[in-house]
């Protein structure tokens, strides 16, 4: 069974900062990445790297957010800083493994508000 699993969301005040982490297994992925879903809008992507380490971000990133990770031990981690109200929605942790197939965590709920 393939699992991607999401830890380190949270509530956090505007401006502050979060990790989130993702470990995957049951697979191996030639891409990980993170994509965020708040409610009424669709998923939408904020990160992603390969496994040649090749990252790709969303405008809205605006240079906030560090995406990082070790693909052969099927890790992903974003550190998210200066974070901001419309920051807030569920984190998705998402891997594509090299047999084409493509997987979602759970999700992690990031807040952020006063």
């Known amino acids: 069974q393939v699992q991607l699993v999401e830890s380190g969301g949270g509530l956090v005040q505007p401006g502050g900062s979060l990790r989130l982490s993702c470990v995957g297994s049951?697979?191996?992925?030639?891409?990980m990445g993170w994509y965020r879903q708040a409610p009424g809008k669709q998923r939408e992507l904020v990160a992603t790297?390969?496994?040649?380490?090749?990252?790709k971000y969303a405008d809205f990133v605006q240079g906030r957010f560090t995406i990082s990770g070790d693909l052969a031990k099927n890790m992903v981690y974003l550190q998210m800083n200066d974070l901001k109200p419309d920051d807030t929605a569920v984190y998705y942790c998402?891997?594509?493994?090299?047999?084409?197939?493509?997987?979602w965590g759970q999700g992690t709920q990031v807040t952020v508000a006063s």
């Open positions: 998402n891997g594509d493994s090299i047999w084409f197939n493509e997987y």
């Open positions: 049951g697979s191996t992925f030639k891409s």
């Open positions: 790297i390969s496994s040649r380490e090749t990252t």
